[in-house]
């Protein structure tokens, strides 16, 4: 298992601009992608059939454990924008799913890349001469 991603939490700026990311109330690295658990197991059996020539078996399994791995989380947590009553004053909207976007945390996809997929099971031979 590894640690996950570190992800700011911080959606765009007042002006619409992406570059600091950063709030002081808000450690930087504080938020994370959930872990990915993967355990692949292969095992193999040679048996010689003469001198030089051998047969092999081959039995291997993917995602032994079946983890559902998350590959894509909503990042942006909060929105920074303007008072309606004072054009001055920036608020801080934390994003929790009931103001018309996905809450920060949900995850939106899981097991969708070529590392991580459901559980796979593969068997094989081959003759070496």
Do not use: M, W
């Amino acid at each position: 298992a590894n640690s996950g991603a570190r992800i700011s939490g911080l959606g765009a700026s007042l002006n619409g601009y992406g570059g600091n990311d950063i709030l002081p109330q808000i450690g930087r690295n504080t938020f994370r992608y959930p872990g990915a658990v993967n355990l692949d197991v292969r095992a193999a059996k040679r048996t010689r059939i003469g001198e030089r020539v051998s047969f092999e078996l081959i039995g291997e399994a993917f995602n032994v454990l079946n983890h559902t791995n998350v590959t894509s989380i909503e990042t942006i947590g909060y929105l920074i924008n303007n008072d309606s009553s004072d054009a001055r004053t920036a608020h801080l909207t934390y994003l929790d799913g009931s103001n018309g976007k996905s809450a920060f945390g949900a995850v939106t996809n899981a097991n969708s890349s070529s590392l991580y997929r459901q559980r796979q099971i593969q068997a094989g031979c081959r003759f070496i001469f």
